[in-house]
């Protein structure tokens, strides 16, 4: 029985640990691959306007880059890239959505590492409307054949010619792409083109710098100050480096990515880690504890021993070695039950457990050093005690009365439970953190809404007619377009409120609506109206703020007030209640809601849940009549919504599940050690059934030791989890 839990327990202690290792190697590894990992940083937006809360952006100014490299010792290289969004591309009469476009600079392919397959770096990217697929899209687009020289119809504006093949990015890499397009204009570019190309006064470039070996980072943050504040153009706008392998765990925060899409989060990493650790701690404790009680079993053993002439390190490392061969059991039955159950479990991304638990010889160094810790941890307190008394002690039994063993076994016992009890503490306040912000108000209603995605300029053209059959579907009860939605992004924008200093820079969170927007996604206006098409003006000179926006001017109220947006004064005509837009962990910013009648990027339509699938019939017919050379594509926003919540939840249940685990190998330990203690009462058991005592009063006997001590180890465990849990929840707006 011993055996079995001991075994048991280790096993699942190190498993649990082995398994949070190969998730934590993996989010730690992000953009390490890269042979200058240590050289390339992102250049970061810093925006410094009043009605800006969240500060960081992932864009910065189009000349940025060039800038930089031509103006700054210590950058040997920049690339710039812009997101396309989801393109469409057409290869004669089939047309194929893109998921990660880009485009690049040429230099892209010498900064970074992605394996080119066809292509040479430097010179792929090198030539306008020419672009690389990866290997797994260009099997989509083209099959078996070489994508090489094919061309294809970016956006039904204009031809691409293929001119690579790159591999496709490894899970760990913050850039995830599938077609990538150059960067460089053609020589009809619109002047319009050239100028946001040129342009010091907006932004809309991740830009990416290597520097020279041995470069400071801060002397060459400072030099970006520099050639920024010395440009005409956004005064309150600010630039800074974030080292290439922060991209991944660092950017909570930071807004505007059209790159980073696969955004881990540092905290979960630390708190699924110091789970791990713990639970290795729980098992440790269990063996050690475990093999504490035993060892009174073996004393007769160890006294025979001392008196045949055995020393004490003998006897020691008899007891090292029996616990490094129980360690060395469970770590193979651990790792075996790693690769067995380890797919099974619902990690955000696929993982390849041989490779993250064995990446090289250091790594493997750094587990058997760990297994050989465990070891010595686990056989310390008979290897040292025990080895250590005195031969004719040990025989005459005066071992097992001794209460050293006892204090210890209790100590451990309080510990364990210390760190169980947290572990659940801690999992429950994270647990109702993150219902709360799921459940919370966001100002809105999110069911019943289809959106379809119209930035195709061949769908702007015919969307009058396109809007025309959808309102004569009855299931539909209202549609409006916006330039976005929530959480899906916003865009910013400039404005001077009336009154204001004019030397005072205003940046807004900004988006364009139609008049139905309000009424179809469910937002109530906190005072004046809503746009109108009666109200022929509003287009031009009207605009509608939310109460952040209020705030953040420092107004009771709005409507009749004057802003100048983009040089154009405007009345405010409404304010709208504030309503979430972003991450439920950023305060709400201040936001403007200006009017454009017509398509606007996005159209949502609102169905009642039981007209779904019959809606979604006629709106793909009306859709095939009218777009038939286009994929009908749409997607529920209550599902895109709650991407927002994607991360939290697949953290939540991974921490339940590894929690569960925790309790499991603290109970195994406790009943092993009940089931020790009522062995070693055999006899006063006995005596006492025989004077009358029930089996309720025996197991008050045995358990009312081990109650004192889970009582002791909530009275430690709630004071140390309410300080850490309090730390670890200012970090949250809304909490």
């Known amino acids: 029985t011993f055996t079995l839990i001991n075994l048991s327990g280790l096993v699942l202690g190190i498993s649990s640990c082995l398994l949070i290792y190969a998730f934590v190697s993996f989010e730690l590894s992000f953009d390490k691959f890269h042979n200058d990992a240590d050289r390339i940083y992102r250049v970061l937006g810093v925006d410094e306007a009043i009605g800006v809360s969240n500060n960081q952006v992932g864009i910065v100014m189009a000349p940025l880059g060039p800038a930089m490299e031509n103006e700054i ?31 690049a600079e040429p230099s892209f392919f010498e900064i970074f590492d992605f394996e080119l397959l066809a292509g040479i770096p430097g010179e792929a990217l090198a030539a306008p409307r020419t672009a690389v697929v990866t290997e797994t899209f260009g ?32 899970a760990n890499s913050h850039i ?51 050639i920024v504040s010395g440009r005409d153009g956004m005064v309150t706008f600010g630039a800074t480096l974030q080292p290439l392998t922060d991209s991944h765990l660092n950017s909570t925060d930071i807004l505007f990515e059209p790159i980073n899409n696969t955004k881990g989060n540092r905290d979960q990493v630390f708190i699924l880690a110091s789970v791990a650790f713990f639970i290795l701690l729980i098992a440790a404790f269990n063996f050690m504890n475990l093999s504490t009680a035993r060892s009174s079993t073996r004393a007769k053993e160890v006294g025979v021993r001392k008196v045949n002439g055995a020393t004490r390190s003998q006897l020691a490392l008899q007891f090292m070695l029996d616990s490094l061969l129980y360690v060395l059991i469970a770590s193979i039955a651990a790792l075996l039950l790693v690769f067995i159950i380890g797919p099974a479990i619902p990690f955000p991304v696929e993982i390849d457990f041989a490779a993250q638990l064995f990446p090289d010889i250091f790594a493997v160094a750094l587990l058997v050093l760990a297994l050989i810790g465990l070891s010595l941890l686990a056989g310390s307190y008979p290897a040292v005690v025990l080895s250590g008394l005195p031969a004719m002690s040990v025989l005459k039994e005066k071992f097992k009365h001794s209460s050293s063993g006892k204090w210890l076994r209790w100590t451990l016992v309080v510990m364990q439970f210390t760190i169980s009890i947290g572990i659940i503490i801690g999992m429950l306040v994270v647990n109702q953190q993150l219902d709360y912000m799921r459940n919370m108000d966001i100002g809105f209603n999110r069911e019943g809404i289809i959106n379809l995605r119209l930035q195709d300029p061949v769908l702007a053209e015919n969307y009058d007619a396109f809007r025309d059959q959808l309102i004569a579907i009855p299931e539909i009860t209202s549609l409006a377009t916006s330039g976005g939605m929530p959480g899906l992004g916003y865009g910013r924008t ?53 109460q952040a926006a209020l705030r953040a001017l420092g107004w009771t109220t709005g409507v009749g007030r004057t802003v100048s947006i983009g040089g154009t004064d405007r ?100 009943y092993g050690l009940a089931s020790f203690s009522a062995d070693q009462k055999t006899k006063e058991i006995g005596i006492r059934k025989v004077l009358g005592a029930t089996g309720s009063n025996i197991s008050s006997l045995i358990l009312k030791e081990y109650f004192v001590l889970i009582l002791v180890s909530n009275v430690i465990a709630w004071p140390m989890m309410y300080l850490a849990l309090d730390s670890w929840l200012n970090g949250f707006i809304y909490r």
Request: glycine share 6%; hydrophobic share 40%.
């Open 73 to 103: 010792p210590q950058v040997e290289q920049t690339v710039r890239m812009q997101g396309q969004g989801r393109a469409l591309l057409t290869i004669d009469e089939n047309a194929y959505y893109t998921q990660f476009a880009y485009s």
């Open 139 to 170: 099997r989509v687009l083209f099959g078996n054949d070489d994508p090489v020289g094919e061309v294809v119809s970016f956006n039904n504006s204009f031809d691409v010619e293929i001119v690579g093949v790159v591999a496709d990015p490894p």
């Open 176 to 226: 995830q792409l599938d077609f990538l397009s150059s960067y460089i204009l053609p020589s009809d570019a619109s002047e319009q083109q050239v100028q946001a190309r040129e342009t010091w006064g907006s932004i809309s470039t991740s830009t990416y710098a290597r520097l020279a070996p041995g470069s400071s980072e801060e002397i060459v943050e400072d030099q970006i100050t520099r």
């Open 494 to 546: 400039g404005m001077q409120p009336e009154g204001a200093d004019p030397d005072d820079i205003y940046i807004m969170s900004g988006v364009n609506i139609d008049a139905n927007y309000f009424d179809t996604m469910g937002m109530r206006l906190a005072e004046g109206r809503n746009y109108s098409e009666d109200f022929g003006s509003d287009a031009d000179d009207a605009t509608i703020l939310n």
């Open 571 to 670: 009345q405010i005509v409404g304010v709208v209640e504030d309503f979430h837009f972003t991450s439920m962990r950023m305060q709400i910013e201040p936001l403007i809601m200006n009017y454009t009648e017509g398509v606007n990027g996005f159209l949502s339509l609102r169905v009642a849940a039981a007209d779904v699938s019959m809606a979604l019939e006629k709106v793909e017919l009306a859709w095939r009549q009218i777009y038939p050379s286009h994929p009908f594509e749409y997607s529920f926003f209550n599902e895109e919504f709650e991407n927002l919540f994607t991360d939290d939840a697949e953290f939540s249940t991974m921490l339940f599940q590894f929690t569960f685990i925790a309790i499991i190998v603290a109970c195994l330990g406790l």
